[in-house]
């Protein structure tokens, strides 16, 4: 079973980091079966699953499903829970809906951030038993303030505030960070500059592992897709021509066919054919 300190330790051996976000069961019981090693209940789920037009919409409740249905799909990746928008902007709310996760068998969260009061939080989780995955560069659930989809780190004073960010999150306790749209060097820099391992998403090659959405890998969601989401199979398309044939074969009578279908035992037949004669004979009578 992969743990949080068996991550730091891939980043010590030089072992890269796979990770993904998934939402349901079977996408994480796949996932997990093909050797993931860990599976973020990210809040991307608020976009790819619930069809909201922003990470912020999602909720604890809905999240709180996500994370029963991963963990159950799951033997062996780390399942990371996503805290969802406002979920921890309460100090004790948060310890109550981190807890919440790790009680549904999640074994660590993912916030964002590192102001004064989420390190604080941080420390608090870690000390408590919650191991804590940290997130900058483009921190989704501050889309309001950051004011859209912007790369983060473009120049050197930038990518200086995110490596003091990432040092801060480091020395409160968080076992990986993950770095989202920032430009390769800068990955690359705050990368080798920190001990916990540094998992990117639009990010580069550089970093010591890799995020993506399932969705957008097996090309499931057909939303907006950033140039860093590499596409492996095209899903809307199996569905779609899928649910094409089941409609035809629905209409035309073709499903279900014998194979299909319940039959009765020939005797029982038997005796079904003649009472529904007598049925008809006596209502025509
Ligand atoms: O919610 C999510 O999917 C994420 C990843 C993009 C890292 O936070």
Do not use: W
């Amino acid at each position: 079973m992969i743990t949080p300190k068996k991550i730091l330790k891939m980043k010590k051996d030089g072992i890269k980091i796979s990770a993904l976000a998934a939402y349901d069961y079977s996408s994480a019981k796949y996932s997990d079966e093909a050797g993931i090693d860990i599976i973020l209940v990210g809040d991307s789920a608020a976009q790819v699953v619930m069809g909201y037009d922003s990470t912020v919409k999602i909720s604890m409740n809905e999240m709180k499903v996500f994370t029963k249905a991963v963990v159950n799909g799951v033997k062996n990746a780390l399942v990371v829970a996503d805290m969802p928008f406002l979920s921890y902007s309460l100090f004790d709310e948060g310890v109550k809906n981190a807890g919440e996760f790790i009680k549904l068998g999640a074994r660590a969260v993912k916030i964002e951030g590192a102001n004064e009061y989420i390190l604080s939080l941080i420390k608090r989780l870690t000390t408590s038993g919650i191991p804590v995955m940290g997130h900058l560069g483009f921190t989704p659930q501050y889309i309001n303030t950051i004011g859209g989809n912007f790369i983060q780190g473009k120049n050197v004073k930038h990518a200086e505030i995110i490596l003091n960010d990432a040092k801060k999150l480091q020395e409160a306790g968080v076992f990986s960070i993950v770095l989202e749209m920032i430009p390769d060097v800068c990955a690359k820099y705050i990368s080798e500059n920190l001990e916990v391992p540094v998992i990117g998403i639009g990010a580069g090659k550089y970093t010591d592992g890799q995020i993506l959405v399932i969705n957008d890998v097996i090309g499931k969601f057909d939303g907006f897709s950033p140039k860093f989401a590499r596409k492996y199979a095209d899903t809307k398309d199996i569905i779609t021509k899928s649910v094409l044939k089941y409609i035809e074969d629905v209409k035309t009578g073709d499903f279900p066919n014998v194979a299909e279908s319940f039959r009765l035992e020939d005797d029982e037949y038997e005796k079904f054919k003649a009472y529904t004669n007598k049925i008809r004979i006596e209502s025509t009578d």
